[in-house]
């Protein structure tokens, strides 16, 4: 199972940082990626991580404002996100092993 977390409204060129939990995963060998989905639009994948941490990607958008990271020991993996702009608004999702959590709404006002 996993859980996202920390989306919010925040003005353009703020910051948010987002969190996904897993639970109930036997250990940490699975890749995570974050996906969002914006109001009429298809869902796209935004970053991804490998299971070490040591591989990351980036979608041309987001690339020099989001980073990637996890914290194996704490099952989490963040997508910290600066510079935000108006079209980042979206909910946001992670997904591994072929679980998807909730999603968390991010709002940027102009």
């Known amino acids: 199972q996993l859980q996202a977390s920390g989306g919010g409204l925040v003005q353009s060129g703020g910051s948010l940082r987002l969190s996904c939990v897993a639970s109930?995963?036997?250990?940490?060998?699975?890749?995570i990626v974050w996906f969002r989905q914006a109001p009429g639009r298809y869902r796209e994948g935004v970053s991804c991580?490998?299971?070490?941490?040591?591989?990351?990607y980036y979608i041309d958008d987001v690339k020099g404002r989001f980073t990637i990271s996890r914290d194996n020991a704490k099952n989490t993996v963040y997508l910290q996100m600066n510079s935000l702009k108006p079209e980042d608004t979206a909910v946001y999702y992670c997904?591994?092993?072929?679980?998807w959590g909730q999603g968390t709404l991010v709002t940027v006002s102009s």
């Open positions: 997904t591994g092993l072929g679980s």
């Open positions: 109930g995963f036997q250990d940490n060998d699975y890749a």
């Open positions: 991580i490998s299971s070490s941490g040591g591989s990351t």
